[in-house]
């Protein structure tokens, strides 16, 4: 067998993968994406079996290997990715099915395309590889793409999940970096070699390197973090197996290459022997040429007098001279110059550039794009004969028409590619191996060369050795590291039973049946120990258990014969205490009972479900009671939902809180917050001073008259609180929240959290700094929730020792949201069926649904009313153009009729309040901010308007009112250097002493920070 790196490390990595997959058969009742993940091992298994054999048989069928790799890498990727979709527990709805179905299907039809193509082009066996392979470039980059596309699909989904899944991400994350070594930078690296920017050689080392050490993290990460049922021994054989495997990948990587160079070592001492020698000629020597300075060839030795196409040489050996020559300042033959001219352009180019360079620097200048110049060369190669003028000039020529390298070489009017080849020749240093195949027998071994170009008192040789003889060199080594690996395989299968059944498994069986007996009550149970290592600790523990629970059980029962005696004694005193507790139970529910009543009718809804916002909520109390004939329920979660109107416009004012403490200390907390809401909310009502409050002073003078009330009782009393407040007309909504649950939006199936700006102190504590207004823009369709942290603490479960499993996941409701479609009453069933709740439940459920004519009508303009903007808007183009105030006026005159028709349309008025600031007079300038006040008014969302009004305001000296915008600005973000710099300013024209100080303390304390 001649095996090489690429044969070893590809058995390697196959046992590996068909190791890790047999072993994940072997799991009983396996999920599904484990099945997934089989199949991918299973894929990297046949990948490398098929990539094994193309390298060990030199027969040109194996150049079909592709139809195994191409298939599999394709549908392989597809698998990772669907794995980790739904790895460590499903929670996308239809998104994996979709992916995987559709990219089957369309990996499948590349599959058949790439085969078909295959069949009519051209073989060639590629040395960087040591491999037969099929000349088809196009279909084979398409691949490449198709392969890093479904590595991608890997890769991303895979740091989704890694934020979607909390409790799992460090399993989460080993197995994504185990994907990209395996999947993504191979699938780069191949693309990269099928658009001819890296060698095979290079790729090959990556995927079996890379590979390999990525099938060992995503393999040891999955079985120990799976919760599927496995064996110990079973962990034991594949971590074992699996780390000799990939030790031996490293090793058989760094041999094989210090192989390779002590084999040109060999030859390069071997190639001055047979120049100065001429008795010797080593039996792999297959030919010996001097090469002239005016590029003659004289044949010094060929073996069964060798007949070599010197034409196929010519290339190399010119280039080889013109290193001769140009170093020893001699002048260029002209017979080598067809061949190098691109080499003395790019050389005239450099000296130009550098003139200080030596001759020897210019040429190392050139080394360095050596590569690019190979992987030039494999470009055209892969060009077929039919078409090349076409497909050279569109794929090659003009994409790099700018590359300095595609320049000197090459020539729009070459069109043949052996002129083409022609022109390229690759540089190689003297004594440099270089591989060759020349086609002159049907035996592959006659046609396949190792040569080197040597130069000897300037005067150059070719040197030709026999390819299969440096197989046989390289394989006395390989060959070596393929038994071990197979040996080294079946002594871990085979042997580890022998090993662990006496040390491992008789012992653990002996534990096992003891731990049985154990359970079934006989506590006369004895282990021998066998072992002094921590089995045999750990037997020992457990016969001194056993003992230990026999002799409890005897105290147990003396204890229960004298039990009946005391039973009798304590039964009359606990009748007569049972007496007095059933006596102050009914006063507490008596209490109970009248709390609630109190508290009812404060968690009132006055929305309903009707209209443009609807609202519906579900509270239940944690504390449950019957007083007489009624049953009711008391605790601190409390709800609420009024209309109120704020500047002529219509608000859903919304409360969703928590008091704290247990049953009637919660209720009394809730009771407080509802009466003062309910004050609150009355005086909007009817007090119109009130009503010309902007939506952010409403709220925030009702959160700050909550908060004195609840801090005068020193901390007795502590809420938390989110209040909402929802224009009707925009769906613009202003909220708060104090150490409260966040508020929940549930758009397009999907659910998620809206942050405020700022977590404001909970009601009742002492409070200092600003408080902070927050917003966000509803759309049509939106459902909002707001709910107390009962929703998230329940009870999922019990643990062997009793203790409760509470969720901590905060991002269960927004699943169960999902899977809700949003449904209140299917939510509350939602959370029963998964678990008991163990504290109060309150959730507000805010849908808005805004007639469509009220939204189109933001936007509006009829198609009569058309015209008239158009027209006005070149009015506004003349003006620009002429500078002219009269077709501003005309433009204002029509913009003004389109206003008052249309006072919701934001363009119509935008461009007004910009024609009036374009004038610059003073009316027209006080106009403008009048319609931007409108334009705020419609469009309170819209910051830019809000900023430019205090602004135009402070410039016309209006400060009082500057400052009132200004503020509300504040509100909404309470850290804006700009806004505070001005407000400053303002309050620094008003006089207004402290609130001047207010803001500068302010300011300076960002500074700081």
Known sequence: MLNNFFTVADLNYAIFTLFAAFYLISIKNKNKYTKHLIIFF??????????????????????????????????????????????????????????????????????????????????????????????????????????????????????????????????????????????????????????????????????????????????????NYTKE??????????????????????????????????????????????????????????????????????????KENVLLPLEDYKREAAIMLLQIQYLNKQEISKQIIPYVQGYLNWIREIERNYPDYTRQQVLDLIFKNKRKIQLLESKIKNIPEEKFETKFKSSILEKNLNDPI????????????????NKIPVIYHFDERIFKYIPISKDFWKNTFVNYYVIENN?????????????????????????????????????????????????????????????????????????????GYVTRSFNQMVDSIREKNQQLEEYANKLEQKVQERTKDLENSLREIAALKEKQDGDYFLTSLLVKPLNANEIGKEGDIKVDFILRQFKQFKFKKWESEIGGDFCAAHKIQLQNKNYSFIVNADAMGKSIQGAGGSLVLGSVLEAIVERTKYQDEVKTLFPEKWLKYAFVELHKVLESLNGSMLITIVMVLID???????????????????????????????????????????????????????????????????????????????NFDEKLFLKIVEETEGNLEHIYSNLKERGEFIDDLSIIRIEYTPAIEKTSKRNLIHSENKKDFEEAKEYLVKYKETGKIEFIDKAINILENLVNQYPENYVIRKFLINSYLRKKEEQDIRKAITHLEQL?????????????????????????????????????????????????????????????????????KLAIG
């Not at 595609?406 to 729009?412: A, G, N, W």
């Not at 659910?751 to 909970?762: G, R, S, T, V």
């Not at 504590?765 to 942290?789: H, M, Q, R, Y």
């Not at 000296?957 to 973000?973: C, D, Q, S």
């Open 42 to 223: 299973f894929v990297l298994a046949f990948m490398d079996i098929a990539y094994f054999l193309s390298s060990l048989l030199i027969d040109p069928i194996w150049r079909f290997h592709r139809w195994i790799t191409v298939s599999m890498a394709l549908l392989g990727t597809v698998h990772s990715a669907y794995f980790v979709m739904n790895y460590p527990r499903k929670s996308w709805k239809r998104f994996p099915e979709i992916y995987f179905y559709t990219f089957y299907f369309i990996d499948l039809m590349i599959i058949i395309a790439f085969i078909y193509t295959s069949l009519k082009v051209d073989k060639v066996y590629k040395f960087d590889g040591h491999f037969w392979d099929v000349n088809e470039a196009f279909w084979g980059q398409i691949v490449g793409l198709f392969i890093l596309i479904n590595g991608l699909f890997t890769v991303i989904s895979g740091i989704i999940r890694f934020f979607q899944i909390r409790n799992a991400r460090l399993p989460i994350i080993l197995i994504v970096f185990g994907f990209i070594l395996i999947v993504m930078i191979p699938s780069i690296t191949n693309l990269m070699n099928r658009l001819f920017i890296l060698t095979r050689d290079e790729h090959q080392h990556i995927w079996g390197l890379l590979g390999i050490t990525g099938s060992f993290i995503l393999f040891v990460t999955y079985v």
């Open 936 to 1004: 705020f008014y419609y469009y309170p969302e819209d910051y830019n308007v809000l900023l430019q009004i205090v602004k135009l305001l402070y410039k016309k000296r209006i400060y009082a009112k500057a400052a009132e915008y200004g503020e509300i600005y504040l509100l909404r973000n309470p850290e804006n250097k700009e806004i505070l710099t001005l407000l400053v300013q303002l309050y620094d024209k008003l006089k207004n002493e402290q609130k001047l100080n207010k803001y500068k303390n302010v300011l300076n």
């Open 459 to 535: 005067q150059l040789y070719l040197v030709g050795y026999s390819y299969k003889i440096y197989r046989i060199f390289i394989a006395e080594i390989a060959n070596i590291l393929f038994y071990i690996i197979v040996i080294s395989s079946l002594l871990i299968l085979l042997g580890y039973p022998v090993f662990f059944l006496v040390s491992v498994l008789r012992p653990l069986r002996k534990l096992i049946y003891g731990l049985k007996k154990v359970n079934k009550g006989d506590f006369s149970v004895y282990l021998d120990v066998s072992v002094n290592d921590e089995l």
């Open 728 to 806: 009707d007309n925009t769906g613009f909504m202003y909220f708060l929240n104090a150490e409260h649950p966040d508020i929940i939006l549930y758009r397009n199936g999907k659910a998620e959290f809206i942050k405020p700006n700022k977590y404001l102190i909970k009601l009742g504590l002492p409070a200092d700094g600003f408080i902070s207004i927050s917003t966000f823009k509803l759309e049509p369709g939106d459902i909002l929730f707001l709910g107390s942290d009962g929703k998230d603490d329940i009870v999922l479960g019990y643990n062997k020792d009793g203790t409760r499993k509470i």
């Open 406 to 421: 595609y320049k000197h070489f090459l020539s729009p009017e070459v069109v043949y590619k052996k002129e083409v080849l």
């Open 229 to 302: 049922r496995t064996t110990l021994l079973s962990k034991l054989y594949a971590i074992s197996l699996l780390t000799i495997l990939i030790i031996l990948q490293f090793v058989n990587f760094f041999v094989l290459q210090e192989r390779n160079i002590i084999y040109d070592q060999i030859h390069k001492e071997r190639n001055h022997r047979i120049i100065n020698n001429i008795n010797y000629r080593p039996e792999e020597l297959e030919y010996f040429f001097k090469i002239n300075s005016n590029f003659e060839f004289e044949l010094l030795y060929g």
